[in-house]
Nanobody
Framework: QVQLVESGGGLVQAGGSLRLSCAASGRTVSAYAMGWFRQAPGKEREFVAAITWGGSRTYYVDSVKGRFTISSDSAKNTVYLQMISLKPEDTALYYC??????????????WGQGTQVTVSS
């Protein structure tokens, strides 16, 4: 099994920055690609970004390209999502996920509990 624990969410003004962290544990964690999804109130959960361990490949939804950067630290089994130039529409519950890369997105099999990001205008 894989366990995922997110941290780093919070309240920030528009234009600000946040960095989310996802600590992964489990014997098979290195076999998975990692990523982030988000779900805003009243909306479906959507893919945000994904990365293969070692950072050889990264994937982003168009709406965050140029503003969000996903990275990983294999020694710490931790994945990060650096978010800059945040917008109110980035407000959502952000979930860390582990799974398989499918095309240009992540097909998740494991989820974290989520961390709230709120961007005020």
């Amino acid at each position: 099994q894989v366990q995922l624990v997110e941290s780093g969410g919070g309240l920030v003004q528009a234009g600000g920055s946040l960095r989310l962290s996802c600590a992964a544990s489990g014997r098979t964690v290195s076999a998975y690609a990692m990523g982030w999804f988000r779900q805003a109130p009243g909306k479906e959960r959507e893919f945000v970004a994904a990365i293969t361990w070692g950072g050889s490949r990264t994937y982003y939804v168009d709406s965050v390209k140029g503003r969000f950067t996903i990275s990983s630290d294999s020694a710490k089994n931790t994945v990060y999502l650096q978010m800059i130039s945040l917008k109110p529409e980035d407000t959502a519950l952000y979930y860390c996920a582990a799974g398989r890369i499918t095309g240009q997105t992540l097909s998740p099999t494991h989820w974290g509990q989520g961390t709230q990001v709120t961007v005020s205008s």
